[in-house]
Every structure is written in structure tokens, then in C-alpha cells.
């Protein structure tokens, strides 16, 4: 079967540096996608891997190893409004999004 | 701005009542999806049109139906709501299907069933 895992939920302090691990199991792959959801809303993309390294975009970066079956999503420079559910979500070789049930990061003052 | 639409933003309707939830686009996608997401899980994919060609998710419930009258809008029809239907309904598009296109969600619709 299908399987993506990720932490149920992390804490983190404000203005540091906080990793969310993903890892991931599919039938075929064509991409890893993170999404971001403030609770009672729309998921938002971040980012989108398809190649191994580490893509930056402003104070959130993206990793992935395909070898390894792994993701993970740095925020960096942590702020209050990063309090929010993290999505991980692979695209399957049927070009079928298959999602992590997402990490729930609580930033603490 | 708003690129993808969905209305109501909260619904609340009684258990047996039909129920319509509505999505419109801006993008001019070819591809509309609705996800069913209940409190800390995944989204989960009920079906999507491509085009006009509608493709049903094989766990998906007869009790959902969906219509696409047009490129812009699409409609999710749960027949007889039970409670386990409350949830949060996602509606997202990408431009196209079989690629690696992005999937962008409205703001959603959460349904309360009494």
C-alpha cells in the first residue's frame, strides 16, 4: 500500500529554527509537494520537489532525498503566524496526490 | 483575488437533508476536485473532473454525487447526510491531469450535521 508518515505534532519557540520530517512509500513518484492549512482552512501550497536537494524559498526551505523515501520542510526565523498544520503529499506515478495526515506545529512565545 | 470559491463557507443541515456545496473557479482549470477532510487527517480525494469527464474515487459512497455545468463552477450533492459525513469539503484545481501541475484549494466548507 501507499503510505506517507509524518509527526503527529512538534512545538517550537518563536524566532527558531524547526524541522518537519516526512517520510514517504508509493507506487512511483513524481513529485513531493508541502502544503500548508491554518486550522479550519484551504491547505496552501509551499513547495514542490521533484529532484534530491534543498530548494529555498524565503524563510521556508525543502529537502528531499528519493533514494531515502524522505522529505523534510525547515522554517527557519519562526513567527506566531506559523502556527499551522504541514502537509506532506506525494505525487504517485498515476499522477495521484497521496497525503500525509499532516504535522502540527504549536509555536510557543 | 480569489481565485478558487466555495460556498457556503459553513453549513450546517440535518441528518437525511440534501445538501449542495458549490465551487467556482477563476483560473480556468481543466481539473476540479473535491476532498473530504476530517480534524487531524488527510484530505481525501472523493473524485474529480477533468474536463467534463467526471472520475469517481472507487471508496467513494454513493451517497455523493457531483456536477460540473461548466468549466467554472462545480457542485458536490450529498444525497442523505449522515453524521459521519460532517467534515470539512475541499474543492481544488489544477490546470491539467497527469502532470505535476499544482492543486490550488478554496478556502473549503464545513459541514455540520445534526
Known amino acids: 500500500g501507499q503510505n506517507i508518515d509524518q509527526p503527529t505534532e512538534m512545538t517550537a519557540t518563536e524566532g527558531a529554527i524547526v524541522q518537519i520530517n516526512c517520510t514517504y512509500q508509493?507506487?512511483?513518484?513524481?513529485?513531493l509537494f508541502w502544503y500548508q492549512q491554518h486550522a479550519g482552512e484551504a491547505p496552501t501550497f509551499l513547495s514542490y520537489?521533484?529532484l534530491d536537494g534543498l530548494e529555498e524559498k524565503g524563510r521556508f526551505s525543502s529537502f528531499l532525498s528519493r533514494s531515502k523515501g524522505y522529505s523534510y520542510l525547515l522554517l527557519k526565523e519562526l513567527q506566531m503566524k506559523d502556527s499551522a498544520s504541514y502537509l506532506c503529499?506525494?505525487?504517485?506515478?498515476?499522477?495521484?496526490?497521496?497525503w500525509g495526515a499532516g504535522t502540527k506545529l504549536i509555536i510557543k512565545p | 483575488d480569489a481565485m478558487v470559491i466555495q460556498n457556503p463557507r459553513y453549513q450546517v443541515t440535518q441528518f437525511g437533508k440534501p445538501v449542495t456545496l458549490s465551487c467556482s473557479q477563476t483560473?480556468?482549470?481543466?481539473?476540479m476536485y473535491w476532498y473530504q477532510q476530517k480534524s487531524s487527517q488527510a484530505p481525501k480525494l472523493l473524485f474529480h473532473?477533468?474536463?467534463?469527464?467526471?472520475?469517481n474515487e472507487a471508496d467513494t459512497p454513493d451517497n455523493f454525487q457531483s456536477r460540473r455545468p461548466n468549466t467554472s463552477f462545480c457542485f458536490l450533492d450529498i444525497r442523505s447526510p449522515g453524521l459521519g459525513d460532517a467534515a470539512m469539503y475541499l474543492c481544488?484545481?489544477?490546470?491539467?491531469?497527469?502532470?505535476?501541475?499544482?492543486?490550488?484549494f478554496g478556502p473549503g466548507t464545513r459541514l455540520t450535521v445534526l
Open positions: 481544488a484545481t489544477s490546470s491539467n491531469r497527469g502532470t505535476t501541475d499544482t492543486q490550488y
Open positions: 483560473l480556468n482549470h481543466n481539473v
Open positions: 473532473y477533468y474536463d467534463k469527464d467526471f472520475n
Open positions: 508509493t507506487s512511483g513518484f513524481n513529485g
Open positions: 520537489n521533484v
Open positions: 503529499a506525494v505525487l504517485d506515478s498515476n499522477y495521484q496526490l497521496i
